[in-house]
């Protein structure tokens, strides 16, 4: 399987192109971001947003947070360095760790902020996780659409147009280039986040399992209504020099943030995705389906920032993709699922020319706080299409 000659990435990774030295988009990306972006110039344009937006409502802006590393650090800078009042806008997905709430409390209590979460129902969460994987090797569609489609109807019905997300997708993939300013809008929702599947799409997919009203937070908000209200929707990222470690390092030192353990992440990676609880499973998963999982991922991103070479970066990918997660028979008992059933769904996903063999994987280790994790009987919900 062909990789990037400068870093990890694989050719699998979407929208991933290589140029004929075989250097990856994102690598590229991110040479351009380092050398041709004039940032005091982006810093100038974020001012007159600022400007433009601060004092014109009852909120200044929008804040999408899930607690992770990025939505902290981009609240923090926000409400700090910015000086906005922002709505924080929390979408549960049902998989957040026990340490979540406790850097949460934390963090409002320190930021001053006024907070909203909404929460959709668990029997609805299931049904949709159960038909995503099973159509599209990715069973975090609730997740995707939720966060994105339900921040915005919160915008709207807050009348608050302006909504900062957090890094450029730029950094990571190559949907969007840093010079393209990407907005977070109805376009980047379809192309990226709902995997081709709408509301309406998975209304129709559960056969009569919910109520199409069930899923309103997955429906994008009405076009007219986003007019009316002259939503912006921007990623903070765009308009600042964005680094993950330097970010982490500011919200450790200024606000107590806690980082763990993260099934499958190196530990000195103790910030990567801790929020969810469901994150080992999905990035096992990606292996399955395109032979690279998070370890790929941030070491990726460290030899981009010349913080490790390539083959030190080689060695730490061996030791932590491709472990089976300590929490997998915990996930497949919630989508009441055998382990030989979850290879079977997923091998039709895999990506060309990546092969899986389920014979040759070891066992990842238990997470410390894994006895917290919600155990809730759920052996007597019904869960997918009634069997015949």
Known sequence: MRKCTRCLVPETVDTISFDEEGVCSVCLQVEKKHDAIDWDERGKQLDAIVEEYKGSGTY?????????KDSVFQLWYIVRVLKLKPLVVRYNHWGYRPLVEENNTSVFKQLGVDVIEFTTSFQTVRETMLEAFKRRGDFCWHCHTGIYAGVMHMAVRFETPLIFWGESTAEYHSWYTFEEMEEVDEKRFNRL????????????FLQGRVERRDLWMFDYPKRKDLIKLKVRSICLGNYIKWDTKANVEIIKRELGWK?????GVP???????????FQGMRDYSKFVKRGYGRANHLLSIDIRHDRKTREEAEEI????????????????NILKMSEDEYYDILKPHRVH????DSDQIESGPEMPDFDKWDNTDLSDVPLGPEKR
Request: proline content about 7%.
């Open 60 to 68: 200044d802006c929008v804040v999408p947070y899930s607690g992770g």
């Open 193 to 204: 986040m709902n995997q081709g599947i709408t509301a309406d799409d998975m209304f129709e």
């Open 259 to 263: 980082g763990q353990q993260v099934e």
């Open 267 to 277: 530990p000195e990676y103790d910030y990567e995705k801790i929020e969810c609880t």
């Open 317 to 332: 990918e061996f030791q932590y993709d491709g472990k089976r997660p300590a929490s997998m028979d915990w996930f497949l």
């Open 353 to 356: 020319p990546w092969e899986f």
